[in-house]
């Protein structure tokens, strides 16, 4: 039984890493991931309310801090069999797997969130999901509102980006048998409206060590495995302004034979992309700290299998 760990992609509400601030070590931690980052974080995942970490300079290393505190937290992670994170989680994935240090990674991720932040306040962009249709159908509709298809994720679900109103457009005459949500982002992440974060993250990353992955790391670029450290910062980095094919990842997980998925914090959303792409695979999605039990009997069942 092989197991694949992705870093979260759920909801980050108000307090949601208060749990994990009661397990040993973890405040510890996080002090030095907030100052490595740049920003407040045991403040931000305990105190601050959702507009405030909503903020993209808040929301993108708060995620990988969050999604490392329990990859720390989890026992048996010398069982785990790759890992692979969507958009931001790819930082958390890159630490994980060993290819940067978590100081690298926390301190690579503020900047990436603060020149996000800027690159998206120079334009009103956006980005809106759209659920169910016929993808091809779904791409040629964004094509014809000059929007970019920025996240693939599987299970019926792509992300369109670009200019408000074409976001707007794109709600008022939907494709076929589609049902389009607006996301609450501040910008047209993974889209040509990035490049210049792009040029920013590859200043700060030119100063980074990589070392090669000590265990499977698939990318969001292609859902390809990547045995080269440095090759993969550099796909980190051209990320930023690419879609992410996280649908070509999820296939890459069946033919690879993952047999049980783990979600780390804050979890949810690829779990339940993968029930709907993934049928049959077992999945845990680590919410907080109650949740660790259910990952590790996974993992056993892995090593005993």
């Given at each position: 039984m092989r197991i694949a760990v992705f870093p979260g992609q759920g909801s980050q509400s108000p307090g949601f890493l208060s749990p994990w601030l009661a397990l040993d070590g973890s405040a510890d931690r996080l002090a030095e991931y907030s100052e490595w980052s740049g920003?407040?974080?045991?403040?931000?995942?305990?105190?601050?309310?959702?507009?405030?970490?909503?903020?993209?300079?808040?929301?993108?290393?708060?995620?990988?801090?969050?999604?490392?505190?329990?990859w720390n937290a989890l026992e048996s992670r010398d069982d785990v069999a790759g890992v692979a994170g969507h958009s931001v989680g790819e930082f958390a994935a890159a630490a994980a797997a060993g290819i940067l240090s978590e100081e690298d990674a926390l301190r690579l991720v503020g900047i990436r969130g603060r020149a996000m932040a800027e690159a998206a306040a120079a334009e009103r962009t956006g980005m809106s999901a759209v659920i169910g249709g016929d993808e091809a159908a779904v791409v040629a509709r964004l094509e014809e509102l000059a929007l970019t298809p920025a996240n693939y994720n599987g299970g019926g679900q792509l992300v369109a980006a670009g200019a408000l109103d074409g976001l707007q457009a794109l709600s008022a005459e939907p494709p076929a048998g589609t049902r389009v949500i607006t996301l609450q982002v501040a910008g047209a992440f993974h889209t040509r409206y990035m490049a210049p974060a792009v040029q920013t993250l590859r200043t700060a990353a030119a100063s980074v060590t990589a070392a090669d992955p000590r265990v499977t790391i698939w990318t969001n670029r292609d859902g390809s495995t990547v045995e080269s450290g440095a090759r993969?910062?550099?796909?980190?980095?051209?990320?930023?302004?690419?879609?992410?094919?996280?649908?070509?990842?999820?296939?890459?997980?069946?033919?690879?034979?993952?047999?049980?998925?783990?979600?780390?914090?804050?979890?949810g959303t690829l779990a339940g992309l993968a029930k709907r792409a993934l049928r049959g695979v077992p999945s845990v999605a680590v919410k907080t700290p109650d949740d660790l039990a259910a990952a590790t009997t996974l993992l056993s069942a892995a090593v005993e299998a």
């Open positions: 920003v407040d974080l045991i403040a931000a995942g305990t105190e601050w309310d959702a507009d405030r970490i909503r903020d993209t300079q808040v929301a993108q290393p708060l995620i990988v801090a969050a999604s490392l505190l329990s993969f910062v550099d796909l980190l980095v051209d990320q930023v302004a690419s879609p992410v094919r996280w649908d070509l990842c999820m296939a890459a997980f069946a033919a690879a034979g993952v047999s049980g998925l783990i979600e780390l914090t804050p979890a």
